[in-house]
């Protein structure tokens, strides 16, 4: 299982796991007008990552801070990849290209999944 979503920080943390439900109402223009009229444009982007290896259930999770742009740049394949530019960067997700798997949400929940396949091996 795997959950991604944004947390607004001028919405006190929604839409979180309503985020495609949002973002398919609204779309690009409309969350960022939407966000650019709250007190804080402040984001984070999260990733939920859970594992069951038939006993127990594991979660692992990735955060990246960031804000939401004034307008949306970029392409338009992957929902608010459009709109979202990590915290220390100047573009959006969609206008990094492969930089952005490389230090994406998913990148560090997956990451963290990977450490704990290789690190727990041979303790079932």
């Known amino acids: ?5 944004l947390y607004l920080d001028g919405l006190n943390g929604l839409p ?6 949002f973002w398919n109402r609204l779309d690009a223009e409309r969350f960022t007008a939407l966000v650019q009229g709250l007190d804080s444009q402040a984001v984070t982007a999260k990733t939920v ?18 804000t939401i742009a004034a307008k949306p740049a970029g392409t338009r394949g992957f929902q608010w990849d459009c709109v ?14 492969e930089l952005k798997n490389e230090i994406s949400m998913r990148r560090i929940a997956l990451d963290r999944f990977a450490t704990f396949l290789k690190t727990s091996r041979g303790m079932a």
């Open 1 to 5: 299982m795997e959950h991604t979503g």
């Open 16 to 21: 979180a796991g309503l985020t495609r439900i």
């Open 49 to 66: 990552l859970g594992y069951c290896d038939g006993r127990k259930m594991y979660q692992f999770s990735g955060e990246l801070r960031g």
């Open 84 to 97: 979202f530019i990590p915290e220390g960067y100047e573009q959006t997700f969609a206008e990094m290209g």
